[in-house]
């Protein structure tokens, strides 16, 4: 982690209980409250850096004209901890910027009027140059665009956040393998090892291997959505690939979503889960961080699988996500019904007065989407059927409905037995598919077969 020093001299602070006194053997002459911590300080060394203090120790001392000044701070930028460092820079007591630390030092730097007007070298100006070496650092970037949450209104003020945002989605969009960008889960220590040579051979377990796209997705998953969000967006107008920020989506919602992670059949279990120890939201921050999940998804069609959206959809209905975001949902996976799986259509019925098992209408709605956007260019090249089975013509056109009709029968041979199907509805998905779409009516007529008996009994 980067750092930068300040000051030379020894610490000249202690701390007794919630006041913090200065000894340097001088009696106090001014009093500074910042929320519950008390600094029993010397006017001088403060009014010779700040411009806020040097106003208010003016104004307080004609006031009443006592010999010890009590001021109060209470918009103070990072409270108390702050102060205390920025009081130790003052007296020029040794204090260590870093990038944990640098956000809340240059806000508190701006409220407090600490221009080169009052000293050369003063802290704005030290945490301006330190944040120029913070930004060429993912990781360090990373950690300040967190610590900005805590000052948010003015770290935007003065363009940190931005300045933070940008640092990163030009690292993230870079290629990581030319500008040996750090991975998630490497340690310094490790990214920065030499390769061992042997007779001028390098060794080849320690070769560098290839690092991935999806290289800083964990790192980025740490920040809250608004930030989530706004580096997502820089990414998207860089140009960085729709595939590519699509699975960092995948990755961020599965982190805060439960219900996504219990729908995924984590394969990766080997590896461990990442997101063990993450704090679950409340209801209602997960459907806010859905919906916006949904927004921020690339329109583009085919870089989202059907599986994630309508794992999203399931969710969605879990969460009483808004009637748009379901239906946007609904429309992204019916786009692509052509590359579903069945139990992907498998969504329970999340009614209040449950009718059937699984969510009847939901499938319907989106092969409705899915035949307005296919029919009419299958219907502009219609084939002709030499023998059962086989088309002669327009194979290309037809091949997504054909893959759809197989989807539809297997769907309707799962819901058949379901005795609370109307005829209607059940009848309904099977006409959707035109009879040339289907090259073999051998599973609609299973389907309809075990229809017929259920409703019979």
Not at 8 to 31: A, E, I, Q
Not at 331 to 347: E, H, N, P, S, T
Request: hydrophobic share 40%.
């Amino acid at each position: 982690m980067a750092s930068m020093k300040l000051g030379s001299k020894t610490d000249g602070f202690h701390r007794d209980g919630n006041t913090w006194y200065c000894t340097t053997g001088l009696p106090s002459d001014v009093t500074i409250e910042v929320g519950e911590m008390t600094f029993n300080l010397h006017k001088f060394p403060l009014l010779s850096r700040s411009g806020l203090l040097e106003k208010l120790i003016e104004e307080l001392s004609i006031e009443d004209g006592s010999s010890v000044s009590v001021l109060k701070l209470n918009d103070m930028p990072a409270g108390a901890k702050a102060f205390e460092l920025i009081a130790r820079f003052c007296y020029g007591i040794k204090i260590e910027m870093t990038s944990l630390n640098v956000v809340s030092l240059r806000c508190a730097a701006e409220y407090l009027r600490m221009t080169e007007d009052y000293g050369e070298g003063n802290l704005i100006v030290q945490a301006e140059a330190f944040l120029d070496e913070v930004f060429g650092s993912w990781k360090d970037s990373i950690k300040a665009l967190e610590t900005c949450e805590e000052v948010l209104p003015y770290a935007e003020e003065i363009h940190i956040v931005p300045r933070c945002i940008d640092s990163l989605a030009m690292k993230a969009c870079a290629d990581p393998n030319v500008f040996n960008l750090p991975v998630a889960g490497q340690t310094d220590a490790q990214s920065q090892r030499d390769i061992i040579l042997w007779n001028g051979i390098s060794s080849s377990a320690n070769k560098p291997q290839p690092i991935s796209e999806d290289w800083w997705f964990q790192d980025v998953s740490l920040l809250n959505l608004p930030l989530y969000k706004r580096l997502i967006l820089a990414v998207e107008s860089r140009g960085m690939k729709a595939e590519t920020i699509s699975a960092s989506l995948i990755y961020y919602a599965k982190r805060y979503l439960p219900l996504m992670s219990r729908q995924s059949s984590f394969d990766d279990a080997n590896n461990g889960n990442p997101w063990a120890t993450v704090s679950i939201p409340s209801e209602a921050d997960q459907r806010v961080l859905l919906e916006e999940i949904v927004a921020l998804l690339p329109k583009k069609r085919g870089v989202t699988s059907p599986e994630f959206l309508i794992m999203l959809l399931r969710t969605a209905m879990v969460l009483h996500a808004s009637p748009s975001c379901r239906e946007n949902l609904e429309k992204k996976a019916g786009a692509q019904l052509d590359q579903a799986v069945l139990v992907d259509l498998l969504i329970p019925n999340m009614g209040y007065s449950v009718e059937t098992l699984y969510d009847i209408d939901c499938a319907q709605r989106m092969l409705d989407h899915f035949m307005s956007l296919n029919q009419d260019a299958a219907l502009s090249t219609p084939p002709c059927i030499v023998e059962e089975g086989q088309f002669l013509g327009g194979p290309d056109t037809l091949q997504p409905l054909t893959m759809v009709a197989s989807l539809v029968d297997g769907f309707l041979a799962e819901v058949a037995p379901d005795v609370n199907l109307k005829p209607s509805k059940f009848e309904a998905l099977a006409a959707t598919i035109p009879d040339y779409a289907r090259p073999l009516d051998d599973g609609v007529y299973h389907a309809i077969d075990v229809y017929l008996k259920v409703i019979q009994l």
